[in-house]
């Protein structure tokens, strides 16, 4: 039999239409508590989860997100047919169909070590250039979070996106949602009920992915 992880990890799809019932706000603390038990560079904790239910403001956000699609990818490419705009018009704000939508910020975080820090600084790295470096930990850690976030939707019977396409208008959500400066938009996951079943997905042999020395 095959063990239950594996079949909740096999169950987690990209859900893209959904049905208009709600998810309750209880169900949405559920599933920000699993994705506050994710692992984190120097235990930084450092995720910050915006919620929002509210269907005008859903759709204020995904108008905006629309509009900057369309400047960003409407000017400066001779390729910008009409078709071509609308469909990443589409791609970047299709949350908008959601009855709920996860906006994932990073915040700032410490390396606990401040004498390593100090030999980045005298070597000329910036924080970025130092957290780059050493492999990316603070990105790492929000992409922990949202992975547990997935399994707990999926395993309460939703369904949810993982986007990054939406963060093209990063500056135009954070002033909507009113966060603070510092926080940095990571990623956009939409829930709500499942209005379809996802084709079955086909993976690279394992062969192929994984070896053993
Ligand atoms: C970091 C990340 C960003 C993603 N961004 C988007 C996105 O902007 N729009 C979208 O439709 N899907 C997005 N996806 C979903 C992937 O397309 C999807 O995971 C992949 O096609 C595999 O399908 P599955 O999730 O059903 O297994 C993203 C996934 C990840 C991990």
């Not at 994710?38 to 005008?56: K, L, T």
């Not at 409407?74 to 609308?86: I, N, P």
């Not at 986007?163 to 954070?174: F, L, R, S, Y």
Request: hydrophobic residues 40%.
């Amino acid at each position: 039999m095959e063990s239950n992880f594996l079949e909740l990890t096999k169950k987690r799809r990209s859900i893209r239409k959904y049905t208009d019932k709600p998810v309750p706000r209880e169900l949405v603390e559920y599933f920000i508590s699993c994705a506050a038990y994710a692992p984190s560079g120097c235990d930084s904790q450092c995720w910050h989860f915006v919620a929002v239910d509210n269907r005008e403001i859903i759709n204020r956000l995904a108008d905006a997100t629309a509009k900057e699609a369309i400047e960003f990818y409407g000017t400066g490419y001779s390729g910008a047919t009409q078709e071509f705009l609308t469909s990443r018009e589409k791609a970047v704000s299709f949350f908008r169909n959601a009855p709920l939508v996860i906006f994932v910020f990073m915040d700032k975080m410490k390396y606990y070590d401040e004498r390593a820090v100090q030999v980045f600084s005298k070597k000329g790295y910036d924080y970025r250039g130092m957290v780059d470096k050493l492999g990316y930990y603070d990105i790492l850690s929000i992409g922990a979070a949202v992975q547990n976030m997935l399994l707990a939707i999926t395993e309460k019977g939703y369904g949810a996106c993982w986007m990054n396409d939406p963060v093209i208008a990063e500056d135009k959500i954070k002033e909507l949602l009113g966060v603070r400066n510092e926080l940095k938009l990571i990623s956009v996951v939409p829930v709500g009920e499942p209005q379809y079943s996802p084709r079955q997905k086909v993976l690279k042999d394992q062969k192929a992915i994984l070896e053993y020395r």
